[in-house]
Every structure is written in structure tokens, then in C-alpha cells.
């Protein structure tokens, strides 16, 4: 029973997903950092249910930027915006933490805001979705997060109030640790044995920029934090995704010319946003030079 209302606290803050109601108590929320890491396992299968619907391009594309909000709406992206803003002011540390604190949105949160979804909705409409992707990227998000509970289980706390503050000092934080570092090691194994190395190098990278701003610019981690690491570790793994994937490439140019005057121009269905299979382009290519040496071009 401990163990079912220990992921029903952690869905519960870290998801929009209904749960039952109960008392939050010592014995529940001590794992709780443990189970947040499930929350990306319900993001990954929405997302992989998405990428099998026979959906427009576009449509496909929405759908896997709006999945991970619709899951956790957008408790991230609060921090996200909130730590935004506070980075943006330039102030010292007092003045970023109060910046935090206040719930209204500044300009630069609505503009870092509508940057990062026009981004996020660029790299999806640039995965070609196969059931190796969707594993990847289900491992993706389920890894971010444990490297989020790893570090307020971690890091030193910004301040002694706040949603870090509560789940870290509420933690078993030795176990916690444990446990979460034991996730990450075993996750980084898989995503590198499925060829998402650069998705392993992309998170690592952010968590290193993770424990140095928190550490220098506001003394340490706050739940504001966490939701900014989280969301910069996601676009940047997306990145790596849409970068790493073997057997695709962008019709532009002459290419898309030619495959347009050909009639034989990937439609929504055969590819995301213009990406199509190489060897496709390759034989297209070749049938065209073929046609115009037959007509003496």
C-alpha cells in the first residue's frame, strides 16, 4: 500500500493525471523522488501512441510537442519561465530568488516560452517516428527525470521552503541517491546499446550546466530550477534525436524540384516534414538523371 501511494504522490505533483486522495505523510513521500522517473514512462507511450497514428505531418508533430505538457500540465514550464526570467534580470542572487517567487510572467519568460515550443515544434516535425525512436525517446524521458530527482536528492538547497525543499528533506536521501544513480547508469547503457549516444552526451552536458548555475547564480536547487533543467535537458535531447537518426535526410532544393515535378514527392504519410529514407531519394535521383540522358537534356 506504502509503495502505491508513494507513486501516487509522485504523479500527483508531478502530473495532471488524476489520483486518489490521501494524506501526504512521511513513509509516502519518502521514495517519492524514486518514482517520478514513471511519470516519463506515461509521456513516452502518449508519445509513441502518437507517432503510430496515421496523422498529418503537422498534426504528428503537435501531438509529440503537447504530449509531455498535456501529462504534466506544465509544471515544468513554470519553472522553466520563472527561471527565465530571474537569469534574465542580472541581479544577485537574493534578487534572482525573488524573481522566483513572484507569480506573475515577466517579458523574457514569454519570450524564451514562445522560442522554446516554435524549437520543440521543429525538431519533431524532423523525427522520422520508428519503434526505435519511440523506444529512445521513451527512455529519454524517463532518464531526465531521474537525473531531476537525482539532483534535489543531490545538490545543495537554494532555500528551506519550496517544492525541492520539501521532497528532498522528506527523502531518504542516501537511497534516493542511490537508487536514481543506479536508473541513470542503467538507462545511459540502453540508450547507448540503441545508438542514442548523442542523447546520453546531450543530457550529461545539461546536468553538468545544471549544477553550475544552480550552485553560482542562485546558491543552489529550487523546484523553479529543476522544472528549467528539465525542460533545456528535453529540447536538447530532442535535438540530439532529430540529429541522430541513421537513413533520413531533408529534401530541400533541386531535390524537392524534382521530386515534385516527378508527382513523387513524400506526402504526410511517407515522411515528417519533407525527412524521407535515403536509399528513396537516392533511386529518385537516379531515375531522373536517367530520364533526362534518354531525352538528350
Known amino acids: 500500500m506504502t509503495a502505491l501511494q508513494t507513486i501516487a504522490v509522485a504523479f500527483a505533483m508531478f502530473s495532471a493525471l488524476p489520483m486518489p486522495q490521501f494524506d501526504w505523510n512521511e513513509k509516502n513521500m519518502r521514495y517519492a523522488l524514486c518514482a517520478f522517473p514513471l511519470v516519463g514512462v506515461v509521456c513516452g507511450a502518449l508519445w ?23 501529462v504534466t500540465g506544465g509544471i515544468h514550464l513554470d519553472g522553466y519561465a520563472d527561471t527565465c526570467d530571474a ?29 522554446y515550443f516554435a524549437a520543440y515544434f521543429a525538431l519533431c516535425g524532423c523525427v522520422a517516428f520508428t519503434p526505435r525512436v519511440g523506444v ?36 531518504d536521501r542516501v537511497r534516493v541517491r542511490q537508487v536514481l544513480a543506479a536508473l541513470c547508469a542503467m538507462l545511459a547503457v540502453g540508450l547507448t546499446a540503441l545508438g542514442g549516444w548523442a542523447l546520453v552526451l546531450a543530457a550529461g552536458c545539461v546536468f553538468a550546466r545544471y549544477y553550475v548555475v544552480s550552485k553560482k547564480q542562485f546558491g543552489g536547487v529550487t523546484g523553479d530550477l529543476a522544472g528549467w533543467f ?10 540530439a534525436l532529430a540529429a541522430s537518426i541513421p537513413g533520413t ?7 524537392r524540384l524534382r521530386l515534385k515535378e516527378s508527382g513523387r514527392l513524400p506526402m504526410a504519410g511517407g515522411a515528417v516534414n519533407g525527412v524521407c529514407d535515403r536509399a528513396a531519394l537516392q533511386r529518385q535521383a537516379h531515375l531522373c538523371a536517367k530520364a533526362r540522358r534518354a531525352a538528350g537534356v
Open 249 to 255: 535526410t531533408i529534401i530541400t532544393g533541386a531535390a
Open 48 to 70: 509513441c501512441v502518437c507517432g503510430v497514428l496515421p496523422l498529418p505531418a503537422a498534426a504528428r508533430a503537435a501531438g509529440f510537442c503537447l504530449v509531455p505538457v498535456w
Open 87 to 115: 537569469l534574465s534580470s542580472y541581479g544577485d542572487t537574493a534578487k534572482k530568488l525573488e524573481i522566483l517567487k513572484d507569480p506573475h510572467c515577466g517579458a523574457f519568460a514569454v519570450i524564451r516560452l514562445c522560442s
Open 136 to 171: 529512445l525517446w521513451t527512455l529519454a524521458l524517463v532518464g531526465e527525470r531521474a537525473l531531476s530527482g537525482l539532483a534535489v536528492a543531490a545538490f545543495p538547497l537554494a532555500k528551506n521552503t519550496g517544492l525541492a525543499h520539501t521532497f528532498a528533506t522528506a527523502a
Open 230 to 239: 528539465l525542460q533545456k535537458c528535453e529540447i536538447w535531447m530532442l535535438a
